[in-house]
């Protein structure tokens, strides 16, 4: 069992930044891969970002790719999203998840969620 709680999420002006955390429970975090999903209003939930369990392999959205970095510290038990040069359309709940062993950008392939962290970017 992993438990998830995202922080970090806020109200940012257009060209901005954020860091999101996720800080895991359990002894066993650097045996799960990672990953970052978003839902905008209206929206499905859709794949951002995802890590391994070392950190050695990441994946990203083509829409965040260049702008947003999936990090992880395995002794914090925590996995990070760096939010840069953000843009209205990034406005989302994001929730972070975790999946035995394998990474992957597929979220059902996600067992464990966190209750997301909403993020707002103003135009």
């Known amino acids: 069992q992993v438990q998830l709680v995202e922080s970090g999420g806020g109200l940012v002006q257009a060209g901005g930044s954020l860091r999101l955390s996720c800080a895991a429970s359990?002894?066993?975090?650097?045996?799960?891969?990672m990953g970052w999903f978003r839902q905008a209003p209206g929206k499905e939930r859709e794949f951002v970002a995802a890590?391994?369990?070392?950190?050695?392999?990441?994946y990203y959205a083509d829409s965040v790719k260049g702008r947003f970095t999936i990090s992880r510290d395995n002794a914090k038990n925590t996995v990070y999203l760096q939010l840069n040069s953000l843009k209205p359309e990034d406005t989302a709940v994001y929730y972070c998840?975790?999946?035995?062993?394998?990474?992957?950008?597929?979220?059902?392939?996600?067992?464990?969620w966190g209750q997301g962290t909403q993020v707002t970017v103003s135009s």
């Open positions: 998840a975790a999946r035995f062993i394998s990474v992957t950008t597929t979220q059902g392939d996600y067992k464990y």
């Open positions: 359990g002894r066993t975090f650097s045996r799960y891969a």
């Open positions: 890590i391994s369990m070392s950190g050695g392999i990441t």
